[in-house]
């Protein structure tokens, strides 16, 4: 699942080009932004909960005799260090954490500015059917 991720976001990111985002346009008016949002970490916190017990027992507080939490610095830390590796990874470098997941980017449309007008006008006079998505032919043959 991870290779097919990277394969796909590495194409997405070459369609992109270096600024991370496309503009959709037809004659000149443009419609609408295309790019990929950044992968963000997620926290299984009970999971996590029992690894930073044992490696970092500072950043774990006891709110009741069964009960912990986690410190929001901590988790904030751990998320950074997760997006920035790309893997699940502690605060100080630890990699395969427990508990701890990186969630896929996904492409993000936002329509412009008068886009609404734009397309009425452009199907009204027969011309939308000749829209193509500027990201090209992805590996598995999807555009």
Not at 58 to 64: K, N, P, Y
Not at 107 to 120: H, Y
């Given at each position: 699942?991870?290779?097919?991720?990277?394969?796909?976001?590495?194409?997405?990111?070459?369609?992109?080009g270096?600024?991370?985002?496309?503009?959709?346009?037809?004659?000149?008016?443009?419609?609408a932004?295309?790019?990929?949002?950044?992968?963000?970490?997620?926290?299984?916190?009970?999971?996590?909960?029992?690894?930073?017990?044992?490696?970092?027992?500072?950043?774990?507080?006891?709110?009741?005799?069964?009960?912990?939490?986690?410190?929001?610095?901590?988790?904030?830390?751990?998320?950074?260090?997760?997006?920035?590796?790309?893997?699940?990874?502690?605060?100080?470098?630890?990699l395969?954490?427990?508990?701890?997941s990186l969630?896929?980017?996904?492409?993000?449309?936002?329509?412009?500015?008068?886009?609404?007008?734009?397309?009425?006008?452009?199907?009204?006079?027969?011309?939308?059917?000749t829209v193509?998505?500027?990201?090209?032919?992805?590996?598995?043959?999807?555009?």
């Amino acid at each position: 699942m991870e290779l097919a991720y990277k394969q796909t976001s590495e194409a997405l990111e070459k369609a992109l080009g270096p600024r991370g985002r496309k503009v959709a346009e037809v004659d000149g008016q443009e419609l609408a932004t295309v790019s990929m949002t950044k992968r963000t970490a997620r926290i299984n916190t009970m999971a996590l909960l029992e690894w930073a017990k044992v490696n970092y027992p500072e950043e774990v507080t006891s709110q009741t005799v069964t009960t912990y939490s986690l410190s929001p610095l901590f988790m904030a830390a751990v998320k950074r260090a997760t997006e920035k590796a790309g893997q699940p990874c502690g605060p100080g470098g630890e990699l395969d954490i427990p508990g701890v997941s990186l969630g896929d980017g996904y492409l993000t449309v936002r329509p412009a500015e008068g886009s609404a007008e734009a397309i009425d006008h452009l199907w009204s006079t027969g011309r939308l059917g000749t829209v193509d998505l500027p990201l090209g032919e992805l590996e598995d043959g999807r555009g």
